[in-house]
T-cell receptor, first 115, second 110 residues
Framework: DTAVSQTPKYLVTQMGNDKSIKCEQN?????MYWYKQDSKKFLKIMFS???????INETVPNRFSPKSPDKAHLNLHINSLELGDSAVYFC??????????????FGDGTRLSIL | DAKTTQPPSMDCAEGRAANLPCNHS???????VYWYRQIHSQGPQYIIH???NNETNEMASLIITEDRKSSTLILPHATLRDTAVYYC???????????FGQGTELSVKP
């Protein structure tokens, strides 16, 4: 039983294309996240959603648009892909609420390569 | 910016305890200490977290100093599969922003 699953695992596409990455969690969590890990291996948060509502948007270009159809899904759509978008994108989920006692659980990542 | 300082790399012999240190001298009273690890090409894996008390689970133990300015993650019997980058993170949920630093690259050697 995969807790946080992302599809596709690998995505190779040309500059200028539009693509989507899907994420689903079966943990019953109400908060989901997208992180980006670049070639230098730094992991940075991009977005978080709580109960389908956007909570964090970390100065990400508006070519990136997250969509949460329900609490268990958070998809990432990217328009007009650029070379700098090449990275590994990780989805995560946690139980929401104020405090610090809610571990985030990550998927295995989507490796996006722009040609 | 990450609020933690970790050594960039450490070695450990297989079967021995791996003790990974972390400094977080500016930690706030409500912030938790979290540990994650990332094995090559995989997503970050949650290991353990704590607020003030020492914690233990099936993966590891977390020792937090009384002043909470530093902590140590202990893998009691390291195996080759524990080779990974280990991240120490201080965290309080304000939207859920985990801030990853550079971590410690642990190499477990036979």
């Amino acid at each position: 039983d995969t807790a946080v699953s992302q599809t596709p695992k690998y995505l190779v596409t040309q500059m200028g294309n539009d693509k989507s990455i899907k994420c689903e969690q079966n943990l019953g969590h109400d908060t989901m996240y997208w992180y980006k890990q670049d070639s230098k291996k730094f992991l940075k948060i991009m977005f978080s959603y709580n109960n389908k509502e956007l909570i964090i948007n970390e100065t990400v270009p508006n070519r990136f648009s997250p969509k949460s159809p329900d609490k268990a899904h958070l998809n990432l759509h990217i328009n007009s892909l650029e070379l700098g978008d090449s990275a590994v994108y990780f989805c995560a989920s946690s139980q929401g609420g104020v405090g610090g006692n809610q571990p985030q659980h990550f998927g295995d990542g989507t490796r996006l390569s722009i040609l | 910016d990450a609020k933690t300082t970790q050594p960039p790399s450490m070695d450990c012999a297989e079967g021995r305890a791996a003790n990974l240190p972390c400094n977080h001298s500016t930690i706030s009273g409500n912030e938790y200490v979290y540990w994650y690890r990332q094995i090559h090409s995989q997503g970050p894996q949650y290991i353990i977290h704590g607020l003030k008390n020492n914690e233990t689970n099936e993966m590891a133990s977390l020792i937090i100093t009384e002043d909470r300015k530093s902590s140590t993650l202990i893998l009691p019997h390291a195996t080759l599969r524990d080779t990974a980058v280990y991240y120490c993170i201080v965290y309080y949920n304000q939207g859920g922003k985990l801030i990853f630093g550079q971590g410690t690259e642990l190499s477990v050697k036979p």
